[in-house]
């Protein structure tokens, strides 16, 4: 938005009149040092404490670095696709007193529950509103509890947004969808956490939310790249308790891994349990298969067919912990 000639002057004529309200002396002690409270709107006296103009306002008074903003927007809180009315909406306040901190007579009163009572049914007189309403405290749910991102919530509430304005949501649960969004956003971030982990931090059905998943992607077109395995070492390492040398060389060896084709179509997680267990036998770390499984929340036997997989890339590796305290001795 340009600013015209005309908005600039009356910007300089509103300062030039709010400054020679300042610039007069103290009719009490005759005192120019005379300073202006923006919160009251009142012009005080320094010496004397006398209030020379009160109710005076100074909107169209602005610092400089308010000026250099885009659009001239200074005031208000910032637009969120994650709140149902985007942030826009009006608060009235319970308490029974005017601007000025009067109380309000009875009929004053009578307007006030008027206008309260009918600000809060427009507010929920429509099911869009009541479903986003819902939605949305889901969503901030998994949001504390996975300390997610608002980058990540953002998206999370645009999606969700795309797919009531589809009404594919119809008939169909509200939490899932939450999840399933949840779980979009979060691979195109790169954040390791897997549909499983939001459905159950969510108390979603996971079968549920993995079908309101595939109908988000065939509805919206969404075309979510590969995961890459390598984000999840970090996490799993961190639970297991693993070194960070082990660490650093799992991901040397994961990169190996992708270079061959038996890959493709592989779980990332079971993978990456795969992996960091060889890692930890070649580095000669004491760590059973079982703590390995438990820290990437997966079975046992899905770790060893991962890592016979292994195996065929890395033979030297031996094959449990029982090889590796043989070797040493």
């Given at each position: 938005?340009?600013?015209?000639?005309?908005?600039?002057?009356?910007?300089?004529?509103?300062?030039?009149?709010?400054?020679?309200?300042?610039?007069?002396?103290?009719?009490?002690?005759?005192?120019?040092?005379?300073?202006?409270?923006?919160?009251?709107?009142?012009?005080?006296?320094?010496?004397?404490?006398?209030?020379?103009?009160?109710?005076?306002?100074?909107?169209?008074?602005?610092?400089?670095?308010?000026?250099?903003?885009?659009?001239?927007?200074?005031?208000?809180?910032?637009?969120?696709?994650?709140?149902?009315?985007?942030?826009?909406?009006?608060?009235?306040?319970?308490?029974?007193?005017?601007?000025?901190?009067?109380?309000?007579?009875?009929?004053?009163?009578?307007?006030?529950?008027?206008?309260?009572?009918?600000?809060?049914?427009?507010?929920?007189?429509?099911?869009?509103?009541?479903?986003?309403?819902?939605?949305?405290?889901?969503?901030?749910?998994?949001?504390?509890?996975?300390?997610?991102?608002?980058?990540?919530?953002?998206?999370?509430?645009?999606?969700?947004?795309?797919?009531?304005?589809?009404?594919?949501?119809?008939?169909?649960?509200?939490?899932?969808?939450?999840?399933?969004?949840?779980?979009?956003?979060?691979?195109?971030?790169?954040?390791?956490?897997?549909?499983?982990?939001?459905?159950?931090?969510?108390?979603?059905?996971?079968?549920?939310?993995?079908?309101?998943?595939?109908?988000?992607?065939?509805?919206?077109?969404?075309?979510?790249?590969?995961?890459?395995?390598?984000?999840?070492?970090?996490?799993?390492?961190?639970?297991?308790?693993?070194?960070?040398?082990?660490?650093?060389?799992?991901?040397?060896?994961?990169?190996?891994?992708?270079?061959?084709?038996?890959?493709?179509?592989?779980?990332?997680?079971?993978?990456?349990?795969?992996?960091?267990?060889?890692?930890?036998?070649?580095?000669?770390?004491?760590?059973?298969?079982?703590?390995?499984?438990?820290?990437?929340?997966?079975?046992?036997?899905?770790?060893?067919?991962?890592?016979?997989?292994?195996k065929k890339i890395f033979p030297h590796i031996p094959n449990?912990?029982?090889?590796?305290?043989?070797?040493?001795?």
């Amino acid at each position: 938005m340009s600013t015209t000639p005309k908005t600039l002057q009356t910007d300089k004529t509103l300062q030039t009149n709010f400054l020679e309200k300042i610039r007069n002396d103290c009719p009490n002690c005759q005192n120019q040092q005379i300073i202006f409270d923006s919160n009251n709107g009142e012009m005080i006296c320094t010496t004397c404490g006398m209030i020379i103009e009160d109710r005076l306002d100074s909107s169209g008074i602005e610092s400089e670095p308010m000026k250099n903003l885009e659009n001239n927007l200074s005031v208000g809180m910032p637009l969120s696709l994650a709140h149902y009315d985007k942030g826009l909406s009006t608060t009235i306040s319970p308490s029974n007193v005017d601007a000025f901190g009067s109380q309000l007579n009875t009929n004053q009163l009578a307007k006030v529950r008027t206008i309260r009572h009918w600000n809060k049914i427009s507010s929920n007189n429509r099911s869009y509103h009541r479903n986003l309403k819902n939605a949305f405290g889901v969503l901030l749910r998994i949001k504390d509890k996975l300390s997610l991102s608002d980058t990540i919530i953002e998206k999370s509430a645009y999606y969700y947004r795309k797919v009531v304005e589809k009404r594919i949501t119809k008939g169909r649960s509200i939490k899932e969808f939450v999840v399933a969004c949840v779980y979009v956003a979060c691979r195109e971030m790169n954040v390791p956490r897997t549909l499983d982990e939001i459905a159950e931090i969510s108390n979603a059905d996971k079968v549920f939310a993995g079908k309101c998943y595939r109908l988000l992607l065939r509805n919206l077109k969404i075309r979510l790249q590969p995961i890459d395995s390598t984000t999840y070492l970090s996490k799993i390492a961190n639970k297991g308790s693993i070194s960070k040398k082990t660490l650093n060389r799992a991901i040397d060896m994961m990169s190996q891994i992708k270079e061959h084709p038996f890959s493709s179509g592989k779980d990332p997680t079971a993978l990456s349990i795969a992996v960091l267990y060889a890692a930890c036998l070649e580095q000669g770390e004491n760590i059973s298969q079982s703590q390995v499984a438990i820290a990437g929340e997966m079975s046992v036997v899905t770790l060893r067919k991962r890592f016979l997989d292994v195996k065929k890339i890395f033979p030297h590796i031996p094959n449990n912990t029982i090889e590796l305290r043989k070797q040493k001795t």
